[in-house]
């Protein structure tokens, strides 16, 4: 299903009532500006809508990282091959150093560094610590002039990663968020009544967002009907056409008063009037 088209689009149009991750009016259009068509985008928005790689002139060119992402997705940018030795490395990231994993790759090419010596450069590099910060950049020069890349090479190399990887995120993070954000922009895309039944569901004790999710709902044009006393249950359900509201949205109609009357009906099928009822 990673793959699916239909879902990509609900993504990239931004108008769809919730996906994890992509709620805020933000996001949706960040979304509509980098128009995802596979799940290396997912992760990409997941990893670079924060506030540091949407800083101005956090990326290149007095641009943030984000908007440089989004440039070279769309080929408004040229890519940025640092070194043929890294175009692998930073390939699925258009040139950017986006994710904390490809900081060490580069770390272990050009300075041959360690597993170990990789992911203390690696947290190094993040950190305000301006000593420790220095001592892994000079040693990361010194190894790569070592390698025989040149000092030119190394000054510049090191300056990029000064200016952008403390922005740099976990890469296994970003692929589970963007695993939840695609499921739910799937199930939204392909099953839209019960989806929006179940988040209308997890999100009974919260008000403001319920009423929020009600009113998209309704935009999308799915027909929400009142509690009713045969087709009810205690909570929102559907019967694939439209949404009932749960018998809980009926004033001063307890728990216990609810679950008889689901109990009484399951029992004896639906009433047949109010007397019957009574």
Known sequence: IWDDPAT??????GRFVSVFQ???????GASR????DKFDHLMALNALYRPGPMLPK?????????????????????????HPLLEETFKESFGIPMYQEQ????SKIVGKFTDEEADEY?????????I????????????????????KFMLETTKKLAGSARYNWNKSHAALYSYLS??????????????YTQLLNVNLDDNDKLKILLASIIQKGITLLPPHINHSGPMFQTDGKSIYMGLFSVRQLGETALDLIVADRNLDGPYKDYLDFH
């Open 182 to 195: 695609f499921v739910t922009a799937y199930l939204e895309t392909h099953y839209p009544m019960e989806y």
């Open 122 to 130: 690696r947290v190094a590099i993040g950190k305000k610590d301006a």
């Open 103 to 106: 900081i060490m790759a580069l």
């Open 132 to 151: 420790k910060f220095k001592a892994v950049q000079d040693k990361l020069i010194t190894r790569g002039i070592e390698n025989g890349f040149g000092e």
């Open 8 to 13: 990509y689009a609900t993504i990239a149009g």
């Open 58 to 82: 956090s990326g290149t060119g007095g641009k943030s990282m984000m908007i440089n992402y989004f440039d070279r997705r769309h080929g408004r940018e040229a890519v940025e091959v640092w």
């Open 22 to 28: 992509y709620d805020s009016s933000g996001i949706r």
């Open 33 to 36: 500006a980098l128009a995802p």
